[in-house]
Nanobody, 122 residues
Framework: QVQLVESGGGLVHAGGSLRLSCAAS????????MGWFRQAPGKEREFVAA????????YYADSVKGRFTISRDNAKNTLYLQMNSLKPEDTADYYC???????????????WGQGTQVTVSS
């Protein structure tokens, strides 16, 4: 059973930075597509970023392009999301996702973490 555990969320002022991490329970990252989704209070879950198994293919939502960077360390079974220039509208629960197939912005990822909360104050 694949387990994904997010960490790194917290409270930050607008303009600040946070780095989220996602640790996988087994050595899946070398072959799986990974990504991040988020869900703000009262809103639908939305795509944030995705990265292919080798790191060569990366997609970002327009809302985070130029501010967020997704990366992976397959040797450490860990996915990252570096978030800079944070805005209050980035406030949400952030979820790590994984799938053996390329999903990109499609939310039908097979595996989901429990989420980590990010709050950006104005």
């Amino acid at each position: 059973q694949v387990q994904l555990v997010e960490s790194g969320g917290g409270l930050v002022h607008a303009g600040g930075s946070l780095r989220l991490s996602c640790a996988a329970s087994e050595r899946i990252l070398s072959t799986y597509t990974m990504g991040w989704f988020r869900q703000a209070p009262g809103k639908e879950r939305e795509f944030v970023a995705a990265i292919g198994w080798s790191g060569a293919t990366i997609y970002y939502a327009d809302s985070v392009k130029g501010r967020f960077t997704i990366s992976r360390d397959n040797a450490k079974n860990t996915l990252y999301l570096q978030m800079n220039s944070l805005k209050p509208e980035d406030t949400a629960d952030y979820y790590c996702v994984a799938d053996p197939r390329w999903r990109g912005v499609d939310n039908r990822y097979e595996h989901w973490g429990q989420g980590t909360q990010v709050t950006v104050s104005s």
